[in-house]
């Protein structure tokens, strides 16, 4: 187990360091290439054109509660945590 950690001189720490700084300054230059940038705003908004809006909320609402052993108005009476 002594492969897994050992105590580093000062010329390994300096190795590191180096390596580090190259496998960064790599990555930076790879994502200064990407030249569209979307903000997360653009990533989840999503288009509706093509979605109907011709009453289908109404008509599964109407059909929930057809089927409902008990209700009110507009809400199904259920038991929480009974299952």
Same mark, same amino acid.
């Given at each position: ?5 050992? @105590?580093?001189? *000062? =010329?390994?720490? $300096?190795?590191?360091? +180096? &390596?580090? #700084? ?15 940038? @979307?903000?997360? *705003? =653009?990533?989840? $908004?999503?288009?509706? +054109? &093509?979605? #109907? ?15 409902? @052993? ?9 038991? +929480?945590?009974?299952?």
């Amino acid at each position: 187990m002594d492969f897994l950690w050992h @105590k580093t001189s *000062k =010329d390994e720490r $300096e190795k590191i360091k +180096k &390596d580090a #700084k190259k496998m960064m300054d790599s990555f930076s230059k790879k994502i200064s290439r990407i030249s569209e940038k @979307k903000s997360i *705003k =653009d990533l989840t $908004e999503r288009e509706r +054109k &093509d979605k #109907k809006e011709d009453g289908c909320k109404t008509d599964l609402q109407k059909r929930i509660l057809e089927n409902a @052993k008990q209700k009110t108005n507009h809400s199904i009476v259920a038991e +929480k945590k009974k299952w």
